[in-house]
């Protein structure tokens, strides 16, 4: 090809260029543009020789420093930068500043490349989060270009190569491509390049694997050129990688000498094909044959109007007439091509028309972008707007739905009139022709409720369904059945394929075919059911049921709200009967003074049994004056809470006596400590107020009457202490002489002696009860004054027992008495040894009188640090009123035949173990027995024996 040929394609090369490009010399003159500069830039005047700075005077002074440094041999590109047009439009670019040389090392000025990507920006801006997955792939695709020797080592390569390599240029420089080709695929390499140097073919294609700098794998379709130089030899291989660089390879044709053009055009990753004036396809790349998905030669066989789209036809022709007449330089349109195997392929059509040395047109260039993708996700894109502008009206629809219902279920008074409502809405929305909703009955949830709360679109066609419906029992299966056992939704697009179910049989017969229900929840309980039935297939939708959730608990704080009510006015009504039926008279207030309810008594003191004071305040019906002493006090309650009490003095009694109420004022606080009202109870209290006088005065004469008890009683006891005493002595010394005398007699065994013996026995008896009593007596005395005090001692309260059981055994067999003693521990203790003698004795010689010779029992046990010492009787008990009284001075709860006593013995033993630190109860039943339990703490010094059950020793019966 001669050189004037050659250029003149380049030439044409260079001005259909898929991207602008401007070459300028040292002065920022322009010396060459293509159209797609004008076209980009919007520039209509000529500008060759113009100062690229009078066309744009605007430029930002980075630009200005680009140049600069073009002009000093740097070559700088950037990726989505933007470019402001004179009229104000926003231009996304990609640009590249490089030098051209005039000869080997002198630089005759910058070539400037930019390619327009606005759409694409916009696109992808558009596309936002759902389109990352496009943009990323998008973004990826491209071709890598490398410059190989016959044996494999690098000369050269693209920074697209180097960026998916990972390796730098200068790296790759020192490498051959085994370095960085996976092992197993290096011999699969090396037979296509010894295929290409044996001159079996000049160009190969295989698909192998890389390893990155950093290890891992990637695979790349590699297409391989080979070219020799004048006499035939090898020289070098040109190699594509298909990647995202395809405009990488565009950019380095227009430097490439026609050989190495030829190479990049038929690997390009753009289709380019070479038409004739008439349509015909002279030659075309291999990215155009698999655009088009003919091979080559049946493209070389067919007009590209053959596999235009008919209705993209009539359109090219036009351009392509206009273009061969010279009307327009170049022409760009997106147009669809029907494939060989019939599916369309959408592409951005740029042609060129390409005239020879004569000006005439020769031959048409065509570039030719596969833009399918980016035209199925313009399609997708479009999609999923109309379906996010459905799915967002039906949401809005929904929300509207939703805010009815919840507006009417707030506002309204009537539950079934608001069930109502969303039954009509909901059927309205959705276009389902059925709506039922279902009210459980909550004392009866086995009972199927009956509902007349149905939307029908066809009440005559529907009411077979209907009339089922209200025949349905508690044990039949259904879908509110389910969903009120499950308290879960239910839905079904073919619902009476279910037999089973109750109405299936109508439900076919009327042509339903979906169902679904939703329960109305009242604190997690199903308090009623949604049903809707369609006499299509509907497929569950995820929004609808979460609407229906939404309208379901709103529903469900309708019920909840009307159950409220309900319960409110039941316990209103409670309230007011209880307050009617009050002796009181009792009101509440709100925080503005008026009524919100009052009693019967109040309103007949006031004489208003036919007024209805609610909402009224107390100056609606009094004076001022008269409502004074009624409302004191009342802001104290209002404003902090406090509740008030105080008397007022109101008219006057039948008797004519002045009339005294208790008025008692209180606050009413909410569930969050807000008071809301406020209340009173008055109660005449005239008569209790003359009561009191007269209970004071009787009380006055009581405290005189209760001094002079008092002194008496002191001379009492002065008087028992003192004659205690002195029959203390004469006593104690009759007791011995009726002793000495017993023991005479007992030595004479003469029977005339008998009746004798048995009256000085009577007479030492009478004398022992004597002593008893008298001990006793100073035993009061030395409560009273202060001096009873103990005289404490280690002891065996075991071994005490024993002894006390042993010197007790004549008295209970004179008295036919069994006792029984169970002691369960041993016990070691600090105490008064004759004082605790003295409790026991008196306990058992009680049971003694009291047990009517009934069985005895006597316990000793231990727990917790304490001594249990329990007498049981089985005689007559003690009466109720009794028992918080025998502990009491001179108190006797059975007084006898033949039973005598002063009622000191249980003061006394009371006494005695309060010192110990001891207490002493009683439990007791009429006609059952008593039981006496005994507790003394033991100091942690004293230990206890526990014993088994074996081990405990008995005492027998006595």
């Given at each position: 090809?001669?050189?004037?040929?050659?250029?003149?394609?380049?030439?044409?090369?260079?001005?259909?260029?898929?991207?602008?490009?401007?070459?300028?010399?040292?002065?920022?003159?322009?010396?060459?543009?293509?159209?797609?500069?004008?076209?980009?830039?919007?520039?209509?005047?000529?500008?060759?020789?113009k100062s690229h700075y009078e066309i744009f005077p605007s430029i930002p002074e980075a630009w200005k420093e680009y140049h600069k440094r073009g002009m000093a041999g740097e070559?700088?590109?950037?990726?989505?930068?933007?470019?402001?047009?004179?009229?104000?439009?926003?231009?996304?670019?990609?640009?590249?500043?490089?030098?051209?040389?005039?000869?080997?090392?002198?630089?005759?000025?910058?070539?400037?490349?930019?390619?327009?990507?606005?759409?694409?920006?916009?696109?992808?801006?558009?596309?936002?989060?759902?389109?990352?997955?496009?943009?990323?792939?998008?973004?990826?695709?491209?071709?890598?270009?490398?410059?190989?020797?016959?044996?494999?080592?690098?000369?050269?390569?693209?920074?697209?190569?180097?960026?998916?390599?990972?390796?730098?240029?200068?790296?790759?420089?020192?490498?051959?491509?085994?370095?960085?080709?996976?092992?197993?695929?290096?011999?699969?390499?090396?037979?296509?390049?010894?295929?290409?140097?044996?001159?079996?073919?000049?160009?190969?294609?295989?698909?192998?694997?890389?390893?990155?700098?950093?290890?891992?794998?990637?695979?790349?379709?590699?297409?391989?050129?080979?070219?020799?130089?004048?006499?035939?030899?090898?020289?070098?291989?040109?190699?594509?990688?298909?990647?995202?660089?395809?405009?990488?390879?565009?950019?380095?044709?227009?430097?490439?000498?026609?050989?190495?053009?030829?190479?990049?055009?038929?690997?390009?990753?753009?289709?380019?094909?070479?038409?004739?004036?008439?349509?015909?396809?002279?030659?075309?790349?291999?990215?155009?044959?698999?655009?088009?998905?003919?091979?080559?030669?049946?493209?070389?066989?067919?007009?590209?109007?053959?596999?235009?789209?008919?209705?993209?036809?009539?359109?090219?022709?036009?351009?392509?007439?206009?273009?061969?007449?010279?009307?327009?330089?170049?022409?760009?349109?997106?147009?669809?091509?029907?494939?060989?195997?019939?599916?369309?392929?959408?592409?951005?059509?740029?042609?060129?028309?390409?005239?020879?040395?004569?000006?005439?047109?020769?031959?048409?260039?065509?570039?030719?972008?596969?833009?399918?993708?980016?035209?199925?996700?313009?399609?997708?894109?479009?999609?999923?707007?109309?379906?996010?502008?459905?799915?967002?009206?039906?949401?809005?629809?929904?929300?509207?739905?939703?805010?009815?219902?919840?507006?009417?279920?707030?506002?309204?008074?009537?539950?079934?009139?608001?069930?109502?409502?969303?039954?009509?809405?909901?059927?309205?929305?959705?276009?389902?022709?059925?709506?039922?909703?279902?009210?459980?009955?909550?004392?009866?949830?086995?009972?199927?409720?009956?509902?007349?709360?149905?939307?029908?679109?066809?009440?005559?066609?529907?009411?077979?369904?209907?009339?089922?419906?209200?025949?349905?029992?508690?044990?039949?299966?259904?879908?509110?059945?389910?969903?009120?056992?499950?308290?879960?939704?239910?839905?079904?697009?073919?619902?009476?394929?279910?037999?089973?179910?109750?109405?299936?049989?109508?439900?076919?017969?009327?042509?339903?075919?979906?169902?679904?229900?939703?329960?109305?929840?009242?604190?997690?309980?199903?308090?009623?059911?949604?049903?809707?039935?369609?006499?299509?297939?509907?497929?569950?939708?995820?929004?609808?049921?979460?609407?229906?959730?939404?309208?379901?608990?709103?529903?469900?704080?309708?019920?909840?709200?009307?159950?409220?009510?309900?319960?409110?006015?039941?316990?209103?009504?409670?309230?007011?009967?209880?307050?009617?039926?009050?002796?009181?008279?009792?009101?509440?207030?709100?925080?503005?003074?008026?009524?919100?309810?009052?009693?019967?008594?109040?309103?007949?003191?006031?004489?208003?049994?036919?007024?209805?004071?609610?909402?009224?305040?107390?100056?609606?019906?009094?004076?001022?004056?008269?409502?004074?002493?009624?409302?004191?006090?009342?802001?104290?309650?209002?404003?902090?809470?406090?509740?008030?009490?105080?008397?007022?003095?109101?008219?006057?009694?039948?008797?004519?006596?002045?009339?005294?109420?208790?008025?008692?004022?209180?606050?009413?606080?909410?569930?969050?400590?807000?008071?809301?009202?406020?209340?009173?109870?008055?109660?005449?209290?005239?008569?209790?107020?003359?009561?009191?006088?007269?209970?004071?005065?009787?009380?006055?004469?009581?405290?005189?009457?209760?001094?002079?008890?008092?002194?008496?009683?002191?001379?009492?006891?002065?008087?028992?202490?003192?004659?205690?005493?002195?029959?203390?002595?004469?006593?104690?010394?009759?007791?011995?002489?009726?002793?000495?005398?017993?023991?005479?007699?007992?030595?004479?065994?003469?029977?005339?002696?008998?009746?004798?013996?048995?009256?000085?026995?009577?007479?030492?008896?009478?004398?022992?009860?004597?002593?008893?009593?008298?001990?006793?007596?100073?035993?009061?005395?030395?409560?009273?004054?202060?001096?009873?005090?103990?005289?404490?001692?280690?002891?065996?309260?075991?071994?005490?027992?024993?002894?006390?059981?042993?010197?007790?055994?004549?008295?209970?067999?004179?008295?036919?008495?069994?006792?029984?003693?169970?002691?369960?521990?041993?016990?070691?203790?600090?105490?008064?040894?004759?004082?605790?003698?003295?409790?026991?004795?008196?306990?058992?010689?009680?049971?003694i009188k009291f047990g009517e010779k009934k069985p005895i029992k006597l316990i000793l046990e231990s727990t917790d640090h304490r001594a249990r010492i329990i007498v049981i009787?089985?005689?007559?008990?003690?009466?109720?009123?009794?028992?918080?009284?025998?502990?009491?001075?001179?108190?006797?709860?059975?007084?006898?035949?033949?039973?005598?006593?002063?009622?000191?013995?249980?003061?006394?033993?009371?006494?005695?173990?309060?010192?110990?630190?001891?207490?002493?109860?009683?439990?007791?039943?009429?006609?059952?027995?008593?039981?006496?339990?005994?507790?003394?703490?033991?100091?942690?010094?004293?230990?206890?024996?526990?014993?088994?059950?074996?081990?405990?020793?008995?005492?027998?019966?006595?």
């Amino acid at each position: 090809m001669e050189y004037r040929g050659t250029k003149t394609y380049l030439e044409t090369l260079f001005q259909h260029a898929p991207a602008a490009m401007a070459v300028l010399n040292t002065e920022m003159r322009y010396i060459e543009v293509n159209e797609l500069w004008f076209k980009t830039f919007n520039l209509n005047e000529t500008i060759i020789g113009k100062s690229h700075y009078e066309i744009f005077p605007s430029i930002p002074e980075a630009w200005k420093e680009y140049h600069k440094r073009g002009m000093a041999g740097e070559v700088l590109r950037q990726q989505e930068d933007f470019h402001m047009l004179v009229n104000g439009e926003k231009v996304w670019i990609n640009w590249e500043v490089r030098p051209w040389y005039a000869d080997e090392h002198k630089i005759g000025g910058i070539a400037i490349l930019i390619k327009d990507v606005t759409e694409k920006k916009l696109i992808e801006d558009a596309r936002q989060e759902g389109e990352r997955k496009f943009k990323a792939i998008f973004d990826q695709v491209g071709i890598g270009i490398i410059q190989t020797t016959p044996i494999g080592d690098f000369i050269t390569v693209n920074e697209q190569f180097a960026r998916m390599i990972g390796y730098s240029i200068e790296e790759l420089k020192r490498m051959n491509f085994a370095d960085i080709t996976y092992p197993e695929d290096i011999n699969k390499s090396l037979n296509e390049r010894d295929k290409m140097l044996n001159q079996k073919t000049n160009q190969s294609e295989i698909e192998k694997r890389y390893v990155k700098k950093d290890g891992s794998i990637f695979w790349a379709r590699l297409t391989v050129s080979l070219l020799s130089d004048d006499q035939g030899n090898p020289n070098y291989f040109i190699s594509t990688i298909q990647d995202i660089t395809s405009r990488k390879e565009a950019e380095e044709a227009l430097i490439e000498n026609e050989q190495k053009f030829r190479a990049i055009f038929d690997q390009t990753a753009m289709g380019m094909a070479q038409v004739s004036l008439d349509g015909t396809i002279i030659t075309a790349n291999e990215k155009c044959c698999h655009v088009l998905g003919y091979s080559l030669d049946e493209l070389q066989k067919m007009n590209f109007t053959q596999f235009t789209h008919p209705e993209d036809v009539e359109k090219d022709m036009t351009l392509l007439e206009e273009l061969i007449a010279g009307n327009i330089p170049t022409y760009n349109i997106e147009k669809r091509y029907i494939k060989k195997d019939g599916s369309v392929a959408w592409a951005f059509l740029t042609v060129s028309l390409v005239r020879g040395t004569d000006l005439a047109p020769k031959y048409l260039i065509a570039a030719i972008h596969d833009i399918s993708a980016r035209k199925a996700n313009e399609e997708e894109l479009r999609r999923s707007r109309r379906d996010l502008k459905k799915r967002v009206e039906e949401r809005t629809a929904y929300l509207s739905l939703l805010q009815t219902i919840s507006s009417e279920a707030n506002k309204s008074d009537n539950v079934f009139e608001a069930l109502k409502i969303s039954l009509f809405e909901i059927c309205k929305l959705t276009k389902w022709q059925i709506g039922h909703f279902y009210m459980v009955d909550r004392g009866h949830k086995d009972k199927v409720p009956r509902s007349d709360l149905w939307c029908l679109e066809d009440e005559t066609f529907y009411k077979p369904f209907v009339d089922k419906t209200d025949q349905i029992k508690a044990h039949d299966v259904s879908i509110i059945s389910r969903v009120v056992s499950s308290g879960r939704p239910f839905w079904s697009n073919d619902i009476f394929h279910d037999k089973r179910l109750v109405k299936s049989e109508v439900g076919l017969l009327v042509g339903i075919k979906s169902g679904m229900a939703f329960p109305v929840l009242v604190k997690d309980e199903v308090a009623g059911v949604l049903e809707f039935f369609s006499d299509i297939n509907i497929h569950p939708s995820p929004a609808l049921m979460e609407l229906m959730s939404q309208i379901g608990i709103q529903l469900g704080r309708l019920l909840e709200r009307q159950r409220a009510k309900e319960e409110a006015e039941q316990s209103q009504y409670r309230l007011q009967a209880i307050l009617d039926n009050l002796p009181a008279r009792v009101y509440l207030k709100d925080l503005n003074k008026k009524y919100l309810l009052v009693n019967k008594v109040f309103k007949a003191f006031f004489n208003m049994e036919n007024e209805d004071l609610r909402g009224k305040t107390s100056l609606d019906y009094f004076s001022p004056e008269a409502v004074e002493p009624w409302i004191q006090g009342d802001d104290d309650v209002i404003k902090k809470g406090k509740v008030v009490s105080y008397e007022v003095t109101y008219g006057k009694n039948g008797q004519g006596r002045a009339r005294t109420f208790q008025l008692t004022k209180f606050p009413v606080i909410d569930s969050d400590g807000e008071i809301y009202a406020y209340g009173g109870i008055s109660i005449e209290i005239t008569d209790i107020k003359e009561t009191e006088d007269r209970i004071r005065a009787l009380l006055n004469s009581e405290h005189k009457a209760r001094t002079d008890a008092e002194k008496a009683i002191l001379a009492r006891d002065e008087f028992i202490s003192i004659a205690s005493h002195e029959l203390k002595s004469p006593i104690t010394a009759l007791k011995m002489k009726v002793q000495l005398m017993l023991r005479q007699l007992n030595r004479d065994a003469n029977p005339a002696l008998d009746k004798f013996r048995g009256s000085m026995c009577k007479l030492e008896h009478d004398a022992d009860r004597l002593v008893t009593l008298i001990n006793r007596l100073l035993d009061i005395t030395r409560i009273q004054t202060g001096h009873f005090e103990l005289n404490r001692e280690d002891i065996v309260v075991n071994d005490l027992i024993t002894n006390l059981v042993e010197n007790l055994t004549l008295q209970l067999e004179t008295t036919d008495s069994k006792l029984e003693v169970d002691m369960r521990d041993t016990i070691h203790a600090h105490w008064d040894k004759s004082r605790i003698e003295q409790v026991i004795t008196n306990l058992i010689t009680n049971a003694i009188k009291f047990g009517e010779k009934k069985p005895i029992k006597l316990i000793l046990e231990s727990t917790d640090h304490r001594a249990r010492i329990i007498v049981i009787d089985h005689g007559r008990g003690i009466p109720p009123e009794f028992k918080s009284k025998i502990f009491d001075r001179y108190e006797r709860a059975n007084v006898g035949e033949g039973i005598q006593g002063l009622g000191l013995g249980l003061y006394i033993v009371k006494q005695i173990l309060e010192s110990h630190g001891g207490i002493i109860t009683v439990e007791s039943e009429l006609g059952k027995g008593s039981t006496f339990i005994v507790e003394l703490p033991l100091s942690e010094k004293y230990h206890i024996h526990k014993k088994r059950p074996d081990q405990r020793p008995g005492l027998g019966a006595h």
